[in-house]
């Protein structure tokens, strides 16, 4: 019996990768949130730092920061992923695509990554290592 190629084992890693793809993804994407929200890392461009919460970017630092944890969790992971999904399609559409049809003209590079990305994970799911995973056993 032949022993595996170093491709095919490279291959049976695609579930786990997909789990750290997931998990750092969410990291940077709750970080584009606390900084809202919070100031941390670094404050917006405001006075205070933050955002108001009941405004349009205020809704988005919730959706970045809350849903952005679920998907660190993996929890819920679809559905979350798809709603995110939506709201980077938003970003882009509202803030990036007035400046230029170029992503990397307007800035909108992470909102389309990050669109995209969430838009796989809202079919393909969460990954093995997840709260989604442990539930479904």
């Known amino acids: ?10 291959m049976s890693w ?19 949130g606390t900084m809202k929200l919070f100031g ?3 404050g ?18 919730i959706l970045e920061t809350f849903g952005g944890a679920l998907l660190l969790l993996g929890l819920f992971t679809r ?8 709201e980077m399609a938003v970003a882009y559409f509202q803030v ?7 992503p ?3 800035g909108g590079v992470p909102a389309m990554l990050y669109c995209f990305l969430w838009l796989y994970l809202s079919a ?4 093995p290592w997840s709260i989604d995973a442990i539930r479904r056993k």
């Open 96 to 102: 990036h695509f007035r400046v230029s049809f170029w």
């Open 44 to 61: 917006i461009a405001t006075k205070a730092g933050t955002v108001q919460l009941m405004t349009q970017i205020g809704l988005a630092g």
């Open 1 to 10: 019996m032949a022993t595996p190629s170093f491709a095919v084992k490279w």
């Open 104 to 106: 990397t003209i307007s």
């Open 40 to 42: 941390f890392p670094a």
């Open 14 to 32: 695609e579930p786990q990768l997909k789990s750290v793809l997931r998990i750092l993804a969410a990291t940077t994407f709750m970080m584009a």
């Open 124 to 127: 393909a799911g969460a990954g």
């Open 79 to 86: 559905p979350v992923a798809f709603l995110l999904a939506g």
